[in-house]
């Protein structure tokens, strides 16, 4: 039986990414072929010539908001709140820091105007917050609000990150972390694939802070995964089983495409339309149903994103096709480069 021992991985800091390509399609494009175990290597923007007319993508088109809020407690000192999902009329689930300082009652002052104020805990350590404003709330985080980068970046946000940190077909907010393979496509190349023919369909998963969370304890079948709020509408499923019937390839746009797919997908390999919460949690041996392909970015060392990978790819080609993105200096992680598993 694997262990999360055996998704672990040395990376060098250096190969991390802190700042995205100068342009989204000039990352490079590791190219892993699991019928032949083959890796072979070439730029993003020649994915338009991999994939064939009559093929169809499949997107997550989730949008990062602003949402994490720097303040100040009463006593004057710094406060971070992060909202992760909205619970109701301006009240949010949130991470905080300092988590110790941030009791219920407490206020964190962000803005003249803006407030959150902590009104309990829950049972897996977050806050419920409140937040005021002397205007719409929702424009308040907009304006204040900070592009949630992740923990690994070791820089705060600029300006150009709310736009780079962002997929170009992002439309309806609700992420604090982008669907990151989707970064490396470009309005050019959806362009050029939609001239030769290949079809798309939009699915939505919300990505929350968890996606970044190690997975702790070695025996993986006690890790308990975090929830993610997805759609597939009527018509997303209808063109992917339209494809299947067909005998097209279904292109996976990252792993949340995947995860939203197999929380709707079948034993038969029909998916099915519906919204909700999804806790999956895609390791080895898991079978893929859903999608045929995926591309997919290179990822953190025992996260259950590189668990997902290796349940698509076999877990042994993962780890040589990571021990070459190592030793040829890929760049990793969010701004880093694209992984296509064909």
Not at 75 to 87: H, M, N, Q, R
Not at 150 to 158: L, S, T
Not at 244 to 255: E, F, K, L, P, Q
Request: zero cysteines.
């Amino acid at each position: 039986m694997l262990k999360t021992s055996d998704f672990d991985f040395e990376l060098p800091d250096a190969l991390i990414a802190q700042e995205p390509s100068e342009r989204r399609d000039e990352s490079r494009l590791m190219i892993v072929d699991r019928a032949g175990g083959t890796i072979t290597h070439k730029l993003f923007r020649d994915v338009v010539g991999l994939i064939a007319p009559d093929d169809l993508l499949v997107l997550n088109t989730t949008r990062v908001f602003r949402a994490r809020l720097l303040g100040t407690r009463d006593s004057g000192s710094p406060a971070e709140i992060l909202l992760l999902k909205p619970l109701g009329a301006d009240t949010w689930e949130a991470m905080v820091h300092p988590g110790a300082k941030l009791k219920p009652g407490r206020t964190v002052h962000i803005a003249p105007g803006f407030d959150a104020t902590i009104l309990d805990r829950t049972d897996r350590g977050t806050r419920t917050v409140q937040l005021t404003a002397d205007g719409n709330v929702a424009d308040a985080i907009e304006q204040h609000g900070h592009v949630p980068l992740p923990p690994y970046i070791a820089r705060g946000d600029r300006a150009a990150d709310a736009e780079r940190y962002q997929t170009v077909y992002a439309n309806e907010n609700g992420s604090v972390a982008a669907p990151t393979a989707g970064l490396h496509f470009t309005n050019e190349i959806l362009a050029a694939l939609a001239s030769k023919g290949v079809r798309r369909a939009d699915v939505l998963l919300h990505v929350g802070a968890g996606t970044f969370k190690p997975v702790e304890a070695d025996d993986l079948t006690t890790h308990q995964m975090h929830e993610e709020w997805y759609r597939v509408t009527d018509a997303a499923a209808a063109a992917i089983n339209a494809a299947r019937a067909r005998n097209s390839t279904v292109w996976a746009i990252g792993t949340t495409t995947v995860r939203t797919l197999e929380s709707v997908v079948d034993s038969a390999g029909q998916v099915h339309a519906g919204e909700g919460d999804t806790s999956i949690f895609i390791y080895p041996p898991h079978t893929i149903r859903a999608v045929d392909h995926l591309v997919t970015n290179f990822h953190l060392p025992r996260s259950t994103l590189l668990m997902l990978v290796s349940a698509f790819a076999g877990t042994d080609l993962m780890r040589e096709a990571y021990a070459v993105a190592v030793r040829e200096k890929y760049r990793f992680y969010s701004y880093g480069d694209a992984m296509l598993i064909l």
